[in-house]
């Protein structure tokens, strides 16, 4: 299953980032175990925000690549930090992106309206008139975050030796050690499940 939804996290990351989808598939082959995050993992919550930074923020595929990739570590370092569950981070950062920025109080960042006009002001990004549309309010939001999380990042790695970052590690190698048998089985499992499917169609 495991190597089956590689495969699914695969087909989405080409389509969605094109050309720039060998550098993320790339970045995710190769992402640090301590991150607590899998391969297959990796490719998904990338997948996911970098349609979000794409649709609403009009990033360009690459730009919407190395933003994605920053956000799925920070992720990890969040988790590092403040405990929980790496898809928890991940729900909170996918949720600030499209506008709503609640679940970020649990890591320590405050990300209110009036911060948001705030910091689009000075970014030079929002004149103040009007309402602000959401790729200005995301530009802003990324931006307050990753102002608010520089304690956090990078924790993770510092983790890294000890018990908490080693179990971690250990358990996302076991999830890639899984996809890529699973990966060496797939042109075996597939047509045997076809078969079995049809076999299970004649008999009812």
């Known amino acids: 299953k495991m190597a089956a939804d590689l495969q699914d996290a695969m087909g989405a990351t080409d389509q969605i980032f094109k050309s720039a989808a060998d550098s993320v598939k790339q970045w995710a082959d190769n992402l ?55 898809e928890d981070a991940i729900r909170a950062l996918t949720g600030a992106l499209k506008g709503n920025t609640a679940m970020l109080d649990n890591y320590g960042i405050a990300c209110n309206d009036a911060l948001i006009k705030t910091k689009a002001l000075e970014m030079g990004i929002w004149d103040g008139k009007g309402q602000m549309d959401l790729a200005t309010k995301q530009a802003a939001i990324l931006a307050l975050i990753m102002e608010q999380t520089g304690a956090a990042q990078g924790q993770a790695a510092r983790e890294a030796e000890g018990a908490s970052g080693s179990m971690r590690a250990f358990a996302t190698e076991i999830k890639n050690l899984a996809a890529d048998i699973g990966e060496v089985l797939l042109p075996v499992i597939t047509p045997l499940l076809a078969s079995l499917g049809e076999i299970g169609r004649a008999h009812v």
């Open 32 to 86: 640090d175990s301590y991150y607590g995050i899998a391969e297959g993992e990796a490719l998904e919550y990338a997948n996911m925000m970098g349609t979000l930074l794409m649709n609403i923020g009009g990033l360009t595929e690459e730009e919407a690549a190395r933003q994605a990739q920053i956000l799925v570590k920070l992720a990890g370092d969040l988790t590092a930090m403040f405990g929980g569950t790496t």
